[in-house]
């Protein structure tokens, strides 16, 4: 089984549905900025399907874990290049510092808030800046659908972390 990180606690849910949820639709500003909508449409439900079918797989789940885990180190890379931009081998750095971090979920949820989500907005601000009612009402509809839809989660955590799968690999082939 897949694990769930708990949003039990109101802050936690706050913080999970309405600053690290949202912050992908960012990918939709680029993806109509550069039209790029097929491509953001076919990476992201290549990753959808792709997630979900490993749940037919023996060990699916492991397979599923293990490509977050290597997909997050390359997204969050860039994270740790921006604060310390001399650091050597970012990816590999960037994964010894993250297996602490899922080990923790108050303490990953910290690391999304106040460091990855506001650097993401900072690296995607050239873009974003032209579009801020957009972007403000994609924000605003996307914590109304995490917020009703947490509790829903944790039976569908395939087809999540496929999402965010799909936005890190949007991320690095079209923005990065």
């Known amino acids: 089984m897949i694990p769930t990180i708990l949003v039990h606690a109101p802050l936690q849910k706050f913080l999970w549905t309405q600053i690290v949820a949202p912050h992908g639709i960012t990918d939709l500003i680029h993806a109509h900025k ?3 909508y097929g491509k953001l449409a076919q990476i992201y439900g290549i990753s959808i399907t792709a997630a979900s ?4 797989l023996p060990h699916g789940d492991h ?8 997909a997050s180190c390359v997204h969050f890379r860039h ?4 604060f310390f931009p001399s650091v050597p081998y970012p990816t590999l750095c960037t994964g010894a510092l993250l297996f602490p971090l899922v080990q923790q979920p108050d303490y990953f949820l910290a690391y999304m808030c106040l460091l990855h989500v506001p650097n993401h907005y900072r690296m995607a601000w050239k873009y974003v800046k032209e579009q801020r009612t957009a ?3 994609l ?12 509790d829903y989660a944790s039976t569908c955590m395939a087809p999540i972390i496929g999402i965010v799968i799909g936005h890190i690999l949007y991320e690095e ?4």
């Open 34 to 36: 550069h039209r790029l």
């Open 53 to 56: 079918g490993t749940q037919i």
């Open 173 to 176: 082939k079209y923005i990065h």
């Open 135 to 137: 972007v403000s009402w």
């Open 139 to 150: 924000l605003v509809t996307m914590g109304i659908v995490s917020i009703l839809g947490v």
């Open 63 to 70: 397979v599923l874990l293990v490509t977050l885990c290597l």
């Open 79 to 82: 994270d740790l290049v921006s």
